[in-house]
Nanobody
Framework: QVQLVESGGGLVQAGASLRLSCAAS????????MGWFRQAPGKERAFVAT????????NYVDSVKGRFTISRDNAKNTVYLQMNNLKPEDTAVYYC???????????????????WGQGTQVSVFS
């Protein structure tokens, strides 16, 4: 079992930056592919980014490439999402997720992730 707790959300103006953190329980954190998803009001939960177990590979949805960076610190059992140049369309609840599957091209499928956090709200106003 892996428990995930997100933090770092908030209300910011367009163009600002936020860094989300996700702290994971357990002693085998580096065995998990980690991902960030987001869910805007009235929409389905959607893929944002994912990172391999050792942090050497990553994958992003096109809309955040060049603005968001996913990283992880396995010594701290934590994965991060640095979000720069935020836009109103980034407004959503952001969820951290963990997958026990092997890295295969950086999956973006929700069904490939086994554990989820409770989410943290990010709101961006223009």
């Amino acid at each position: 079992q892996v428990q995930l707790v997100e933090s770092g959300g908030g209300l910011v103006q367009a163009g600002a930056s936020l860094r989300l953190s996700c702290a994971a329980s357990g002693r085998t954190f580096n065995n998990y592919v980690m991902g960030w998803f987001r869910q805007a009001p009235g929409k389905e939960r959607a893929f944002v980014a994912t990172i391999s177990g050792r942090g050497l590979r990553n994958n992003y949805v096109d809309s955040v490439k060049g603005r968001f960076t996913i990283s992880r610190d396995n010594a701290k059992n934590t994965v991060y999402l640095q979000m720069n140049n935020l836009k109103p369309e980034d407004t959503a609840v952001y969820y951290c997720a963990a997958s026990a599957r092997e890295w295969v091209g950086g999956t973006s499928r929700r069904d490939d992730f086994d554990y989820w956090g409770q989410g943290t709200q990010v709101s961006v106003f223009s």
